[in-house]
T-cell receptor
Framework: EAQVTQNPRYLITVTGKKLTVTCSQN?????MSWYRQDPGLGLRQIYY???????DKGDVPEGYKVSRKEKRNFPLILESPSPNQTSLYFC????????????FGAGSRLTVL | DAKTTQPNSMESNEEEPVHLPCNHS???????IHWYRQLPSQGPEYVIH???SNVNNRMASLAIAEDRKSSTLILHRATLRDAAVYYC????????????FGSGTRLLVRP
């Protein structure tokens, strides 16, 4: 089944403890992206990647890092999480051609205490 | 970045058609019009997209105005499962495919 898989789905952590949210897709998509969703603010793009070793900032990149060493994986790294990074995170992928129709993962709910 | 404007909420009766409007007056020639929906506790789900011509698929139809400054997502027979937040979004290769999600339209379907 074609899908985008995120892990963990739920995580509670403490301020300053580094964490990684993994994202993997099995559709051979070039384009991958991370969004966060907050009440009243909708979905905002954090980082995106057009292909392996090519990443760029979205609208809210502060406090986050990403890497794209392989086509299928696009992990989101929080080096020193803070409470304002408590949010619902979505990974998405697509073929970087034409209309760029995105397939989203199921989401990762992160709470930083 | 090109923006879209949608009503905050709409209501429909089950098994009736629903027309969800979207204004995108600053659309550029290379922008595709996308519609996604988000069911409760799920990630956004692709519904339909188009460039200039009207489009149909198994989920919905997309009617695009001739000047492309507005579009309408049409659900031909709403079901309770269609209750969701619907997002109208513009995307193009020129903007590195950035999808800007607005607040969307919350669709309520009455039994």
């Amino acid at each position: 089944e074609a899908q985008v898989t995120q892990n963990p789905r739920y995580l509670i952590t403490v301020t300053g403890k580094k964490l990684t949210v993994t994202c993997s897709q099995n559709m051979n998509h070039e384009y991958m992206s991370w969004y966060r969703q907050d009440p009243g603010l909708g979905l905002r793009q954090i980082y995106y990647s057009m292909n392996v070793e090519v990443t760029d900032k979205g609208d809210v990149p502060e406090g986050y890092k990403v890497s794209r060493k392989e086509k299928r994986n696009f992990p989101l790294i929080l080096e020193s999480p803070s409470p304002n990074q408590t949010s619902l995170y979505f990974c998405a992928s697509s073929l970087a051609t034409g209309a760029n129709v995105l397939t989203f993962g199921a989401g990762s709910r992160l709470t930083v205490l | 970045d090109a923006k879209t404007t949608q009503p905050n909420s709409m209501e429909s009766n089950e098994e009736e058609p629903v027309h969800l409007p979207c204004n995108h007056s600053t659309i550029s020639g290379t922008d595709y019009i996308h519609w996604y929906r988000q069911l409760p506790s799920q990630g956004p789900e692709y519904v339909i997209h188009g460039l200039t011509s009207n489009v149909n698929n198994r989920m919905a139809s997309l009617a695009i105005a001739e000047d492309r400054k507005s579009s309408t997502l049409i659900l031909h027979r709403a079901t309770l499962r269609d209750a969701a937040v619907y997002y109208c979004i513009l995307s193009s290769r020129d903007s590195s495919y950035k999808l800007i999600f607005g607040s969307g339209t919350r669709l309520l379907v009455r039994p």
